[in-house]
T-cell receptor, first 114, second 111 residues
Framework: NAGVTQTPKFQVLKTGQSMTLQCAQDMNHEYMSWYRQDPGMGLRLIHYSVGAGITDQGEVPNGYNVSRSTTEDFPLRLLSAAPSQTSVYFC?????????????FGPGTRLTVT | GENVEQHPSTLSVQEGDSAVIKCTYSDSASNYFPWYKQELGKGPQLIIDIRSNVGEKKDQRIAVTLNKTAKHFSLHITETQPEDSAVYFCAASFNDYKLSFGAGTTVTVRA
């Protein structure tokens, strides 16, 4: 199993550009989440999904969109990049709670917006 | 929403000594408290977790304690080793998949 994969690893955008961060998991997990990590602030939940076709907002959803058309994929879209979105982005997946509660994180995408 | 505070932000210990990290949470409905370890350049990885019907849990050199009345929980690492150097995050949740994280503690183990 590859686990949770994220692409790209690094990205530089100009203010106003749009892009999609890719996330895929091969563990057949129902739950998937996107977090951003900023210095001194821990990880903050952006959006999450409890299954294909179901998404919901987390703590900091503004400026981001998600969709979940398959169990495996959970892309994060930046609609119009802003310098405040400079961060490291992590995707995570987890199985239903009856099996385990562990969230498995991808390696992260480091995004810089100039 | 849930608010998790974590202390200290940095911790330096001598190899072989113990390390303790403390967290408090605000939402009394939270019932799941995991701890994640993040090594440089990698995503966080679960090291131990505890549910609210348990007061203490141990796994080799690491242990977690929970005081639901006071709304705080702690991570204890005994006999620290250089490979324990990392950033540690506590988190709290009432539904398993929607975690609220603390700000993190950078642990440095001095040889």
């Amino acid at each position: 199993n590859a686990g949770v994969t994220q692409t790209p690893k690094f990205q530089v955008l100009k203010t106003g550009q749009s892009m999609t961060l890719q996330c895929a998991q091969d563990m057949n997990h129902e739950y998937m989440s996107w977090y951003r990590q900023d210095p001194g602030m821990g990880l903050r939940l952006i959006h999450y999904s409890v299954g294909a076709g179901i998404t919901d907002q987390g703590e900091v959803p503004n400026g981001y969109n998600v969709s979940r058309s398959t169990t495996e994929d959970f892309p994060l879209r930046l609609l119009s990049a802003a310098p405040s979105q400079t961060s490291v982005y992590f995707c995570a997946s987890s199985p239903r709670g009856e099996i385990s509660y562990e969230q498995y994180f991808g390696p992260g995408t480091r995004l810089t917006v100039t | 929403g849930e608010n998790v505070e974590q202390h200290p932000s940095t911790l330096s210990v001598q190899e072989g000594d113990s390390a303790v990290i403390k967290c408090t949470y605000s939402d009394s409905a939270s019932n799941y408290f995991p701890w994640y370890k993040q090594e440089l350049g990698k995503g966080p990885q679960l090291i131990i977790d505890i549910r609210s019907n348990v007061g203490e849990k141990k796994d080799q050199r690491i242990a977690v304690t929970l005081n639901k009345t006071a709304k705080h929980f702690s991570l204890h690492i005994t006999e620290t080793q250089p490979e324990d150097s990392a950033v540690y995050f506590c988190a709290a949740s009432f539904n398993d998949y929607k975690l609220s994280f603390g700000a993190g503690t950078t642990v440095t183990v001095r040889a």
